[in-house]
């Protein structure tokens, strides 16, 4: 018997599949976000002084991009909504491509495959940082983008210079070795 224009019913797993994802995605994300270092000891002020040196310098933004690292990304993104709220349509694409970043390199448990080929993460990473790079200048909003880059690199930078390391927990050697800039000797203050 044909049932033109009817909607077939789904199996009973498919629900049960989505429901599975989207707590597998909550929980990654809680724990992308468990990450964080507490907001307190990142704007400690009795911890920010200037530092003695160059050397010095770069010894504290590598292992504070490290240790503060999810801390960074959220004070950057911040920064870069902030700088779009006056123009709507870019905003609406940065919400896309947050998105689609969300669910084509963060919230992935399984390697993408695309026409029975593996897609490496490195691969997602550059094409997805092009596309959003390139949809949000299509916006018009250059001029707001460059500047709010400009913004959170100085300020994201100053703050790791300042912000001194001696009083971070024992986790600095594993943030220095999983963080941005590679692994770190010393740390000093």
């Known amino acids: ?13 498919t629900p049960a599949a989505n429901l599975e994802y989207i707590a597998r995605a909550k929980e990654r994300i809680r ?6 270092r507490p907001w307190k000891l990142m704007f400690n002020l009795r911890a920010l002084r200037l530092p003695a040196n160059f050397p010095d310098a770069l010894s504290r933004v590598r292992t504070n991009l490290s240790f503060f690292r999810t801390n960074y990304a959220m004070v950057f993104l911040l920064i870069l909504f902030l700088s779009l709220l006056w123009h709507p349509i870019s905003l609406i694409v940065f919400i896309v491509m947050m998105a689609a970043w969300l669910f084509l390199y963060f919230l992935r448990d399984e390697p993408l495959v695309v026409f029975g080929r593996t897609i490496d993460d490195r691969v997602i990473l550059a094409v997805m940082s092009v596309l959003t790079i390139v949809f949000l200048l299509l916006t018009h909003a250059t001029v707001n983008i460059l500047v709010a880059i ?4 100085v300020v994201v930078v100053l703050h790791a210079a300042m912000r001194k390391t001696d009083d971070l ?7 220095g070795t999983r963080g941005l800039m590679g692994s770190v000797g010393s740390p000093s203050s």
């Open 31 to 36: 724990s992308g976000l468990a990450e964080r």
């Open 169 to 175: 927990s024992g986790d600095e050697e594993a943030a």
């Open 1 to 13: 018997m044909t049932t033109y224009g009817t909607i077939p019913a789904s199996s009973s797993s």
């Open 150 to 153: 400009l913004i959170g690199a």
